[in-house]
């Protein structure tokens, strides 16, 4: 395996990878996309209404990441739906798999 193709992917990944978390970071906070990230919410009546400018939307945030981590099954069943829990299966078992490889 040539060693300057293997980082140049790896950088590659992970430039896209930084880019999009950064984009759906902020893509969330917006009011436009509560209909899209907070359905539930949206149909329950209880979504926050943010009308007015906020800088700080406009900044990407890490604070989701630990909340989605803390969160049990039932949880994020109750909160999310069945497509999240089966993600968030998906994703936990393919990293402990990726520990143990390593």
């Not at 906070?29 to 939307?57: G, L, M, T």
């Not at 630990?66 to 497509?83: N, P, T």
Request: proline fraction near 3%; hydrophobic fraction near 50%.
């Amino acid at each position: 395996m040539i060693l300057s193709a293997l980082l140049t992917s790896v950088g590659i990944n992970l430039g896209l990878c930084f880019l999009f978390f950064t984009l759906y970071s902020i893509l969330r906070k917006q009011p436009a996309n509560v209909i899209v990230y907070e359905p539930r919410r949206v149909n329950e009546e209880k979504s926050r209404q943010r009308s007015h400018f906020n800088f700080e939307r406009l900044l990407p945030s890490l604070g989701w990441v630990k909340r989605a981590w803390q969160l049990s099954e039932e949880e994020l069943l109750l909160i999310s739906g069945l497509d999240a829990v089966v993600f968030m299966r998906i994703f936990v078992f393919r990293y402990v798999r990726y520990i143990q490889a390593t």
